[in-house]
């Protein structure tokens, strides 16, 4: 014969009757008397009693506040809207939130003056290169090779200044450049 040792997972499961037994156990108290036993489950039965009582209370109570709000006209979307515009207004009216709003207005109007600083340095330091003696420098020997073409090419008055010759130079481009023969890439030669 086979004698096999029964293991925890190989037992097989509680029956009803078996859980019957395991009920009636008391395993905190066995010296309890029949007559405490017999007070403390009428208590535990007014206690279930007045469980299912606050139940049906408390479900009346919040059919009635349901009611009641339908009629007020709050709708759960209406809520939620309020709820964010609370919440939303207690945020802005944290201390938190002040310090943040004033940090960076603090720091946008920093960056604004830099950035003007930054702009007003840049046009002072070109009005600085322009009146430089090698800025005149240069624009005099511009002014002198633009004068020696200018006879060489076929003028006999005088060059002009700086500003002329590159005006005169501008509208000559202008002239010269067809403004209505626009011509399909494909015709234009290589």
């Known amino acids: 014969m086979e004698t096999r040792q029964q293991g925890f997972m190989d037992s097989e499961p509680l029956k009803e009757a078996d859980e019957d037994l395991v009920s009636e156990v008391n395993l905190t108290n066995s010296t309890m008397t029949e007559e405490e036993r017999q007070e403390i489950q009428q208590e535990l039965a007014k206690l279930e009693e007045e469980i299912g009582t606050l139940r049906q209370v408390l479900s009346s109570k919040e059919n009635q506040h349901a009611e009641l709000k339908q009629q007020l006209g709050l709708t759960p979307l209406s809520e939620l809207r309020n709820n964010f515009s609370r919440g939303w207004h207690d945020m802005q009216s944290s201390t938190a939130y002040k310090k943040t709003t004033e940090t960076l207005s603090?720091?946008?109007?920093?960056?604004?003056?830099?950035?003007?600083?930054?702009?007003?340095?840049?046009?002072?330091?070109?009005?600085?290169?322009?009146?430089?003696?090698?800025?005149?420098?240069?624009?005099?020997?511009?002014?002198?090779?633009?004068?020696?073409?200018?006879?060489?090419?076929?003028?006999?008055?005088?060059?002009?200044?700086?500003?002329?010759?590159?005006?005169?130079?501008?509208?000559?481009?202008?002239?010269?450049?067809?403004?209505?023969?626009?011509?399909?890439?494909?015709?234009?030669?290589?």
């Open 106 to 190: 603090t720091a946008g109007q920093r960056t604004s003056a830099a950035f003007s600083t930054f702009g007003n340095t840049i046009t002072r330091r070109f009005g600085d290169l322009r009146n430089s003696q090698s800025f005149k420098s240069f624009e005099e020997k511009v002014e002198n090779t633009v004068s020696t073409i200018k006879t060489k090419v076929g003028g006999t008055g005088p060059g002009g200044s700086f500003e002329e010759v590159l005006s005169s130079a501008a509208n000559a481009s202008s002239q010269d450049t067809p403004t209505n023969n626009l011509t399909d890439s494909s015709e234009r030669p290589c």
